[in-house]
């Protein structure tokens, strides 16, 4: 079975652009995360897409967005960029969306790292 | 979800055992235990969870202490691809969804 695979896996963008990174999840999965991964704020949450919908979401500013499609792969999109916006992108997919599940393993792709200058 | 609190770094020698441990004081009941690790240059990967009980699997052991406060991932004969970083998350069984909540980690180095 194939991973999750995420594309590009590295992007150099200009400050004030827009960046869009796109993640395939496990074939079968239908929830997909996303998060931000830096030196000084580690890993954090940014979304999160179940059947074409958001269910969750983290603490950051509206420029980042992402929508999921109906065979499950997903993009996140990134507007009007800043350095610090400089980050390791990674993508997680599982099988799962429930409540009362204790076993909702999330497997991660190898991220894509996207440098601001 | 509560918070975690784990050692910034260890250090283990190959083929010995590591305790890894995790504090997590405020841990409500319905909170699962989980770990994750993160080898150089990719995605975090899963590798244990628990709720009370000890919990065993190919890659590692869950050592819950009986308040549960605190917990220790035990990987039994550290390999140099053992050196990462480990995440010990809390997750709310009663949550639905798949966020997860990451603390600093512990980087775990080994040497030969």
């Known amino acids: 079975k194939a991973g999750v695979t995420q594309t590009p896996r590295y992007l150099i963008k200009t400050r004030g652009q827009q960046v869009t990174l796109s993640c395939s999840p496990i074939s079968g999965h239908r929830s997909v995360s996303w998060y931000q991964q830096t030196p000084g704020q580690g890993l954090q949450f940014l979304f999160e897409y179940f059947s074409e919908t958001q269910r969750n979401k983290g603490n950051f500013p509206g420029r980042f967005s992402g929508r999921q499609f109906s065979n499950s792969r997903s993009e996140m999109n990134v507007s009007t960029l800043e350095l610090g916006d400089s980050a390791l992108y990674l993508c997680?997919?599982?099988?799962?969306?429930?409540?009362?599940?204790?076993?909702?393993?999330?497997?991660f792709g190898p991220g894509t790292r996207l440098t601001v200058l | 979800d509560a918070k975690t609190t784990q050692p910034n770094s260890m250090e283990s020698n190959e083929e010995e055992p590591v305790h890894l441990p995790c504090n997590h004081s405020t841990i409500s009941g319905t909170d699962y235990i989980h770990w994750y690790r993160q080898l150089p240059s990719q995605g975090p990967e899963y590798v244990i969870h628990?709720?009370?009980s000890n919990v065993n699997n190919r890659m590692a052991s869950l050592a819950i202490a009986e308040d549960r406060k605190s917990s220790t991932l035990i990987l039994h004969r550290a390999t140099l691809r053992d050196a990462a970083v480990y995440y010990c998350i809390l997750r709310d069984v009663g949550n639905a969804g798949n966020m997860l909540t990451f603390g600093g980690g512990t980087r775990l180095m080994v040497k030969p």
């Open positions: 628990g709720l009370t």
């Open positions: 997680a997919s599982s099988s799962y969306w429930t409540s009362g599940s204790s076993y909702n393993e999330q497997f």
